[in-house]
Every structure is written in C-alpha cells, then in structure tokens.
C-alpha cells in the first residue's frame, strides 16, 4: 500500500546569491519526503530569482512593506502548504506573523559560530572582517532556530573551522561556504525528520 503522507514543503527566504538555496534545492530534489516548494526573495535583482527559475522551482518578489506592513507574504506561505521557513542569505527580521504561523520552524544558517558575531548588520563579509580584526584562530557556521530577535535563537548545530594568520575576509568567506555547503541541507533534513 502506498504511503498516503505528504511531503514536507521547505519555503526559502533569500536576498541574494542564493548558492545556498540551490544547494538545498538540489540536495531535496529527489527526496521522496521533503521538498522545496518555493523560493521567496526582497531583492528585486537578487540573482537568487534566476537560480529557481533555472531549477524549475515557484519564486516570488516581495518587497518591506510586503512583509511587514501585509499579510501577503504569509498568505503565500500557506497557499504553497508550507511547513518549514528556511533562511539562505535573508536579511530582513522575520516578521512576527510568519513566526507566530511556523513556530519552532523558521531556520537560519549564520557564518560566525554565535554568540559571537551576530545580530543586526552582522552579515557575509561583514562578518568574516570583523573575526579576521579581532584575530580570531576558529570561525564557523551556526545552524538555528529563528526568534523575534537577530541570531538569538535556539541552535541545532555548529560546525567550526581554523582562522590561520594569512586569513583574509575573502579566504575565511571560502572555508565558511564550504561548511555551510556540506551541513545546511542535512541539518534542515535531520530537524524536519525529528519532527516529523
């Protein structure tokens, strides 16, 4: 008899690039139990859009207001039978709607091993130059929860890697990218699956 459950939907939030939502795509793309159902960004260059239109997946613009001030954003959410909010690259606050709508299930990746390193404007390059300044020896990812606050939530996982004195921002960006390659994906499969 065939399993009559559905797949889990994944919802992802980008601003930019969107390495990382392709990534996550093409590492669900054949799962027969978790799926990304859409891709949503608030930049309208974001080269992001060009990445799900060439992975054949639904992308939709939404600028501030959108989020903040409506509820379209969360309409759309519900519309596309969300079940998880994924952050790739997002730098806006999650709106207190879509966090009320998906508690416990709006995950972010950050590239600093928090505490350290976050909050507001704490972002990509910003980020690996202020651990290149303070002279840091490790740096990291950090897989978490999402809350009403920047970087402040629960974390589900980090992974760490050596700052050596030849660093640069732009080296310590490269080894970052590789963490974050590797362990988004497996760690958004692992959470999903132990809530399942």
Same mark, same amino acid.
């Given at each position: 008899?065939?399993?009559?459950?559905?797949?889990?939907?994944?919802?992802?939030?980008?601003?930019?690039?969107?390495?990382?939502?392709?990534?996550?795509?093409?590492?669900?793309? +054949?799962?027969?139990?978790?799926?990304?159902?859409?891709?949503?960004?608030?930049?309208?260059?974001?080269?992001?859009?060009?990445?799900?239109?060439?992975?054949?997946?639904?992308?939709?613009?939404?600028?501030?207001?959108?989020?903040?001030?409506?509820?379209?954003?969360?309409?759309?959410?519900? +519309?596309?039978?969300?079940?998880?909010?994924?952050?790739?690259?997002?730098?806006?606050?999650?709106? +207190?709607?879509?966090?009320?709508?998906?508690?416990?299930?709006?995950? @972010?990746?950050?590239?600093?091993?928090?505490?350290?390193?976050?909050?507001?404007?704490?972002?990509?390059?910003?980020?690996?130059?202020?651990?290149?300044?303070?002279?840091?020896? +490790?740096?990291?990812?950090?897989?978490?929860?999402?809350?009403?606050?920047?970087?402040?939530?629960?974390?589900?996982?980090?992974?760490?890697?050596?700052?050596?004195?030849?660093?640069?921002?732009?080296?310590?960006?490269?080894?970052?990218?590789?963490?974050?390659?590797?362990?988004?994906?497996?760690?958004?499969?692992?959470?999903?699956?132990? @809530?399942?």
């Amino acid at each position: 008899m065939q399993n009559m459950k559905q797949k889990i939907h994944l919802a992802i939030l980008g601003s930019g690039n969107g390495t990382n939502a392709q990534r996550i795509c093409e590492y669900f793309s +054949e799962n027969e139990c978790i799926d990304v159902c859409c891709i949503i960004y608030n930049k309208k260059d974001a080269y992001i859009a060009e990445r799900a239109k060439n992975l054949g997946i639904d992308s939709q613009y939404f600028n501030k207001h959108d989020f903040y001030d409506s509820d379209v954003v969360l309409q759309y959410l519900q +519309e596309k039978q969300t079940d998880y909010v994924i952050l790739a690259g997002f730098l806006l606050l999650v709106p +207190e709607n879509i966090l009320q709508a998906y508690p416990k299930r709006v995950i @972010n990746i950050h590239p600093a091993l928090l505490p350290k390193y976050g909050g507001k404007g704490m972002y990509g390059h910003h980020v690996h130059q202020a651990v290149i300044d303070n002279h840091e020896t +490790e740096s990291g990812i950090t897989i978490h929860i999402v809350d009403q606050h920047y970087d402040q939530g629960t974390t589900l996982f980090q992974a760490r890697c050596h700052v050596t004195p030849e660093d640069s921002a732009d080296t310590l960006a490269d080894k970052i990218h590789l963490l974050e390659q590797e362990y988004f994906p497996v760690i958004i499969e692992k959470t999903v699956q132990k @809530n399942a």
